[in-house]
Every structure is written in C-alpha cells, then in structure tokens.
C-alpha cells in the first residue's frame, strides 16, 4: 500500500505566498510522474502542475510564472512553491503520484487535500 500525506496549506493574502508539500510512503519501486491538481468549490478538478521523475515539468496556463513544482526523488517528495497568490486559487489541493510498486504493479495514487484560501 502507497500512501501521500500533503502539508502546507492555509491562509494566504493576494500577493503572498505558500508552500505545499506531498510525501510518498510505502513499498515503492519508483514514482514516475508527481503532480499537483486543485479542486475549487462547484467545479471540477484541473491539473495545475506536474514533473517526472527526470525533472520535466508542466503547469496550467493559469500558473505559469507564479508556480514551481519540483521533487526529492530521495524522499519521494514533490512540493508546489505558490508566489503571487490570487483569490481564484482557492481550491483544495490534490497531490498525485504515478508509483510503480514492488510488484512492479502501477497505479495512481491521490493525497487527501489541503485548502488553500487566498483573500483578496
């Protein structure tokens, strides 16, 4: 069993700035992809950023330029840099990892959230 406890979110003032967090723990061969997703009230859930394990990333357009992911491959760790915060970033924030287990059996696998609540 795999399993990514989040950290790090919370109140934030437009302009200002956080910092996520997302742990994997478990039998875990390698985790090819990790990523960040957010869910906003009455919408669906979007991707906002991703970055394999070779360091590629992608973000939303939304984020570009005021998000950074990055990731600790030693710790099976990835982490969204929040700067430039704006109300419409308010969301509960999902962390997912691609795990390739020792089982080599792959699958995703999604973190419980963190509110992340930007007022203007």
């Known amino acids: 069993q795999v399993q990514l406890v989040e950290s790090g979110g919370g109140l934030a003032q437009a302009g200002g700035s956080l910092r996520l967090s997302c742990a994997a723990s478990?039998?875990?061969?390698?985790?090819?992809?990790m990523g960040w997703y957010r869910q906003a009230p009455g919408k669906q859930r979007e991707l906002v950023a991703t970055?394999?394990?070779?360091?590629?990333?992608n973000y939303a357009d939304s984020v570009k330029g005021r998000f950074t992911i990055s990731r600790d491959n030693a710790k099976n760790t990835v982490y969204l840099q929040l700067n430039s915060l704006k109300p419409e970033d308010t969301a509960v924030y999902y962390c997912?990892?691609?795990?390739?287990?020792?089982?080599?059996?792959?699958?995703?696998?999604w973190g419980q959230g963190t509110q992340v609540t930007v007022s203007s």
């Open positions: 997912n990892a691609e795990v390739v287990d020792i089982r080599l059996t792959r699958r995703h696998y």
């Open positions: 478990g039998r875990i061969l390698s985790i090819n992809v």
């Open positions: 970055i394999t394990i070779g360091g590629s990333t």
